[in-house]
């Protein structure tokens, strides 16, 4: 007996719906938690949690904060690269800050929640914070050496040409002393709260300063990684805190470098990406070979 057109087809429809609903709602699934389970991938698949003494302290795939009750660093910890991801390291916002080369004028509103810094005067406020805890050069070029950007919106006579009238420094609010007193023969005023000095026709002039070339402090200890993240922080960025970890924890600098070496990964199949140092290992290691004094 040949059934109706209508039925053959929802018949077929039906039948396409149970093949798949078995192959990619029952077989793919069980296919992956099977290979989940395959010594050498079991780890990652459960988080690549780490324990000490039974408690877990975190994952060597999210990075963390070493830092006291007030948001301070630990001296006796390696710090870990800046994070954008809710209040640092959130795996449920997972985020950048979207902020890109452009942000060097910070929003000044004397309100601390309306207010925000660009990206220029953030990374200058870390690798400034940076220097002072690990005790290395801290100045990076267009930055004020109160660790802000150094910017000055110039306004001229005829708007973008003429004569320097007047000169603000964006990013330093009064009572703050300008990072330089004069620009062109003008008087370099402090910058102050609810004014836009771009709208008011400023032209907006990046100061490179004395800084040197190179940093000594590096990029990743002052930016955020896409993800906000990232467990790793490079080798240069492990060396400058070194010092510090050493004579926190009353080691040998030369033994904390060991550590520092064994976990530190290379590059993805010799040529991907660049070494890098999980930052949560090391210091699992360090409070098992130099507890705190």
């Known amino acids: 007996m040949r059934l109706p057109s209508w039925l053959s087809q929802h018949l077929a429809a ?5 093949v798949f609903t078995v192959l990619l709602g029952l077989a793919y699934p069980l296919a992956l ?13 459960d988080g690549s949690v780490v324990t000490v003494d039974g408690k877990t302290v975190g994952s060597s795939l999210i990075g963390q904060s070493f830092t006291d009750a007030d948001g301070n660093p630990v001296p006796r910890y390696f710090q870990s690269r800046p994070s954008a991801a809710g209040d640092g390291y959130d795996p449920t916002a997972t985020a950048a800050s979207n902020l890109g080369p452009e942000s060097v004028v910070d929003t000044i509103t004397g309100d601390e929640e309306t207010s925000a810094q660009s990206l220029l005067t953030q990374v200058c406020a870390r690798s400034r914070a940076v220097g002072e805890l690990d005790g290395v050069d801290g100045r ?11 910017v000055l919106a110039v306004f001229r006579a005829d708007g973008l040409t003429g004569r320097t009238i007047r000169v603000v420094s964006v990013n330093q ?36 300063g004395d ?8 990029a990743d200890a002052v930016t955020a990684s896409g993800s906000g993240l ?16 050493a004579r926190e924890r009353g080691a040998d600098p030369a033994a904390v470098r060991k550590l520092v070496a064994e976990h530190t990964t ?5 040529f991907m990406g660049e070494p890098a140092v999980n930052v949560l290992e090391v210091n699992v290691a360090l409070d098992e070979m130099f507890p705190a004094r």
């Open 211 to 218: 800084a040197p070339a190179v940093p000594a402090v590096p």
């Open 33 to 45: 938690v099977a290979v989940g389970r395959v010594p050498g991938l079991d780890g990652k698949a």
């Open 14 to 18: 039906l039948r396409a719906v149970l």
């Open 266 to 270: 290379g590059r993805s199949l010799g």
């Open 140 to 150: 990076r070029p267009y930055c004020t050496p109160d660790g802000v950007g150094a």
């Open 230 to 245: 990232d467990p790793h922080i490079s080798p240069a960025y492990a060396e400058i805190q070194v010092a510090r970890v």
């Open 173 to 208: 609010v009064a009572p703050a002393t300008p990072f330089v007193t004069s620009w062109q023969g003008v008087p370099v005023e402090p910058a102050q709260p609810n004014h836009d000095y771009v709208a008011e026709g400023g032209i907006v002039t990046p100061v490179r």
